[in-house]
């Protein structure tokens, strides 16, 4: 249990919910064919929020209408600069309306609202910025010798775990480069997408521009299905980007996959102890895990591994589990049930080879999905821990005793999405970045991100890159 007793301090911000979500699409909000709504779960109390509506391949066909309509029509014939004030509107109104727009997206997904307060909706805001300054200014962004050329439709497929974050990152560059949207949100956090359909729709948008079709799997298949779309845009596991990309293969629909990762944090001996071991909790825990680019793998340089793992027990225990409408909750709920299962049999998999479990020492809620902030130590690189994405608060502790050692473990993954390094000699920190194959490789820190900073992968973690001038690319022809 934590030595330090807080007491609660519940957000006191309520959004507005509704009873009931339809599809938004032309602008408008409209029943699904198959009037068959399901309900989004708040995954810390287990309690219905609001029911949503199921669309089906019918619904993804009108949207695509919909959305070809607003292309032709309105939105890429339209002035930039004048494109860029609608972009610049709905910013302003995620930032006027961040805090309701942090507790739906705490109460959704059960992340903690410092978390969706401090990161998730600030940073949705800032990628709406940055494009709508891009937006009048893309033949600096256009290859040499063209012109900036809009693609036509895209399709944006989310997952759960930044719900407006993802969408955001694929909706801004998307629009400000003059395309329209589909978004297609994840099953069990559906809401804050909702909502900025919503907010599009008070910046008077012009309808079609942005739409939004909520459903499940099959859902997202058939926005996949669609011969006619122009861009696809994908975050999620690596075995669905498989599927998606198999599908569009042969097809005019151009592709970006933001997949899985497995990632390393390199902490050598001469690393500056203190805020390495806060990097190393920030990287795994943050979100409990639920994090693509988490640094899942811990290689500690071995004459410094019993401090680390004593430093890591002690840290994980001050962590504060529970209501992430808490302030002060640190870990908060596990977005869904089939999640922590999935959680659940990778650890048992884990004891089961041999790996030693540790866990941060603290009571559970009684209701809802919460899983303790975990590592493991005596890992072996052939453990399914220490290969397979888990997706939740469990680190896989492993030991080095060279640069050499360390590089070639970092890599020994299907991977390659993130990394970290830890030293305090600047030419080691450059040198081991270097042979390190990520997408990011952060130095000295890890999870930071800035819309100007371009965020993607190599081999099964995807390909293509969101953010900065490399991510306008991907929706421009
Ligand atoms: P997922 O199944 O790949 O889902 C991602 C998105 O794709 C969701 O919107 C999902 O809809 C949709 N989808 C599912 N099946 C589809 C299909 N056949 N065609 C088109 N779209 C489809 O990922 P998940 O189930 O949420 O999570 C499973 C694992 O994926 C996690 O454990 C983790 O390893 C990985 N993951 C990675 C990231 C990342 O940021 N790279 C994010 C989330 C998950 P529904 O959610 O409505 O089914
Ligand atoms: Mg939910």
């Not at 908060?332 to 020492?361: C, F, H, K, P």
């Amino acid at each position: 249990m934590s030595s330090s007793a807080y007491a609660p301090a519940p957000e006191s911000t309520r959004p507005t919910i509704r009873n009931e979500y339809g599809l938004f699409i032309g602008g408008k909000w409209v029943a699904p064919q198959s009037a068959r709504y399901d309900a989004s779960i708040d995954p810390a109390r287990e309690q219905a929020i609001a029911r949503v509506a199921y669309g089906d391949a019918d619904d993804i066909a009108r949207a695509l209408r919909s959305a070809r309509k607003a292309y032709e029509r309105w939105w890429e014939p339209m002035k930039p600069a004048s494109r860029a004030k609608y972009i610049y509107r709905i910013a302003r109104a995620i930032t006027e309306r961040s805090r309701e727009i942090a507790v739906l997206e705490s109460m959704d997904g059960g992340k903690p609202i410092r978390e969706a307060r401090d990161f998730d909706i600030p940073t949705a805001a800032s990628h709406f910025f940055y494009h709508a300054g891009w937006a009048d200014k893309l033949e600096w962004v256009a290859r040499a010798g063209r012109a900036p050329r809009a693609l036509g439709v895209c399709g944006a497929i989310v997952p759960w775990n930044f719900p407006l974050l993802m969408a955001a990152w694929k909706i801004a560059p998307a629009l400000a480069c003059g395309n329209t949207v589909i978004l297609k949100p994840a099953e069990t956090t559906p809401l804050t997408a909702l909502l900025l359909a919503q907010i599009a729709q008070d910046a008077d948008l012009p309808p079609g521009v942005l739409n939004v079709v909520t459903g499940d799997g099959a859902t997202g298949a058939a926005l996949v299905a669609q011969g006619d779309l122009d861009k696809l845009a994908f975050t999620g596991s690596t075995e669905v980007g498989r599927e998606i990309a198999r599908a569009v293969a042969g097809r005019k629909t151009r592709l970006t996959l933001e997949l899985g990762g497995k990632a390393a944090h390199i902490l050598f001996a001469d690393a500056p102890l203190d805020q390495a071991i806060e990097g190393v909790v920030r990287g795994i825990y943050f979100n409990q895990g639920h994090v693509c680019c988490a640094g899942s793998r811990l290689l500690v340089e071995e004459s410094i591994l019993d401090e680390v793992v004593d430093r890591l027990q002690q840290r994980i225990d001050r962590l504060r589990l529970g209501d992430p409408l808490d302030k002060n909750t640190d870990i908060g709920a596990i977005n869904s049930r089939a999640q922590l299962e999935r959680i659940d049999e990778l650890v048992r998999s884990g004891v089961e080879q041999g790996a030693t479990l540790r866990q941060q020492r603290c009571d559970l809620p009684e209701r809802g999905y919460f899983y303790r902030a975990s590592f493991f130590t005596n890992v072996e690189s052939s453990h399914r821990i220490a290969r397979e994405e888990i997706f939740g608060p469990i680190l896989a502790v492993m030991s080095f005793r060279t640069p050499e050692e360390a590089i070639e473990k970092a890599n020994d993954t299907p991977y390659g999405l993130s990394a970290g390094v830890w030293t305090e000699r600047g030419s080691k920190n450059m040198a081991v970045a270097q042979q390190l194959k990520a997408g990011v490789v952060w130095c000295n820190t890890f999870n930071r991100f800035d819309p100007s900073s371009p965020f993607g992968g190599f081999r099964e973690s995807g390909f293509g890159r969101e953010g900065g001038i490399h991510g306008l690319r991907e929706y421009l022809a």
